[in-house]
């Protein structure tokens, strides 16, 4: 019931859940591990510090927990121990790949783009060693995300669709149509949500989650804020959650904050990209959750709060301080920057 009710964001239930299991079974690193993400999705990063230091006491400690010290690694900053935990990943089947994605994200999320490109490549052979074609087609898929998200959607577009020709699971299908809907494919994005509602026409996190998010992308890239919105309204039940592995979070609240954005309605738009910023334990360490802070001094400039968009600017172009030079992301924020001085 953990991982149900993490799906849907229901993180309060969740933990009732994972603290359950835990009295349970104390000599389960797997109970461990649930109840240091469920806390880390509650933003309660001392207790997830208390849990994983518990499981090492009792000398749980196995490569189930990587991921959980490096997302903590993480959010301190504290690239040496995320290096560190990236290195014990090394060799460990289903773990390895795992972890090169998550670095990946890692340096997409700072602007570093050429780096990024080589941890998908590496995640990608890692999964096809551990002979996992569906894995390897879905770190393509999560790179093919950076791609579209920082600025190069006909690249995005080339690795979706090849990504598509070797794995065509349910989630490689939904994160295929959301890349290509990002991208300006809105016509193979569109047939990939119509083939998705038929073949899961039960499925809630299909229908009510990832369709909305699919849906909302093709609105925005057709110009239609309304109907981005109009879209996304299933999605608010579930915005929080944490649907599939692998894959990014918030992408229903960060639409959204794009389609007001869109419609010219900054104090909205702020307000769902201060959402993104404020659910960090969720959001961790995908790029949106960086160029959040670049659509809120948007939002900000546009109801004409200079000194809070200029904040946002700046906080934004500290993280990319060491991005790819010529990345456009980074031109225009610093070109939008410049024009609030």
């Given at each position: ?19 359950s ?16 993400s ?9 207790d ?11 000398h ?33 089947p ?25 941890f ?12 996992s ?8 898929l999560?790179g093919a995300?950076?791609e ?32 290509l ?5 809105g016509k193979?994005?569109?047939s990939?949500a ?18 909305p ?16 919105l ?8 579930y915005?929080?959650?944490s ?15 794009l ?17 993104v ?17 670049l ?28 991005a790819?030079a ?16």
């Amino acid at each position: 019931m953990n991982s149900a009710y993490t799906s849907i964001g229901r993180y309060e239930q969740a933990l009732v859940e994972a603290q359950s299991a835990l009295q349970v079974d104390p000599s389960d690193v797997i109970n461990y591990t649930n109840l240091a993400s469920t806390y880390l999705n509650l933003n309660r990063f001392n207790d997830v510090k208390a849990v994983l230091e518990q499981a090492q006491a009792r000398h749980l400690e196995n490569q189930a927990m990587i991921w959980d010290f490096y997302a903590m690694a993480f959010l301190r900053g504290d690239s040496e121990e995320m290096a560190r935990q990236l290195t014990a990943a090394m060799g460990k089947p289903g773990m390895e790949d795992q972890m090169l994605g998550m670095q990946s994200d890692t340096e997409a999320y700072f602007g570093r783009m050429a780096k990024a490109r080589e941890f998908t490549r590496l995640a990608r052979a890692s999964a096809l060693r551990a002979g996992s074609q569906e894995a390897a087609a879905l770190w393509q898929l999560d790179g093919a995300l950076h791609e579209t998200e920082l600025g190069d959607p006909q690249r995005a577009r080339q690795q979706a669709l090849e990504a598509l020709a070797s794995g065509s699971s349910k989630n490689a299908q939904i994160m295929a149509a959301l890349v290509l809907a990002r991208s300006g494919d809105g016509k193979r994005a569109r047939s990939l949500a119509d083939d998705l509602s038929q073949q899961y026409p039960s499925d809630t996190l299909v229908n009510d989650s990832w369709l909305p998010a699919i849906r909302a992308a093709i609105a925005l890239d057709e110009k239609d804020s309304g109907a981005a919105l109009e879209a996304l309204q299933p999605a608010a039940p579930y915005e929080l959650g944490s649907p599939l592995p692998g894959i990014p979070f918030l992408y229903p609240v960060y639409l959204r904050g794009l389609a007001f954005l869109q419609a010219g309605e900054g104090k909205r738009a702020a307000a769902e990209f201060q959402k993104v910023l404020d659910h960090r334990g969720i959001g961790l360490n995908f790029p949106t959750a960086a160029l959040a802070h670049l659509q809120l001094g948007r939002g900000r400039a546009m109801i004409g709060d200079k000194d809070g968009a200029r904040e946002a600017y700046r906080d934004f172009l500290t993280l990319w301080k060491n991005a790819d030079a010529d990345n456009p992301v980074l031109r225009l924020a610093k070109a939008e920057y410049e024009k609030l001085k």
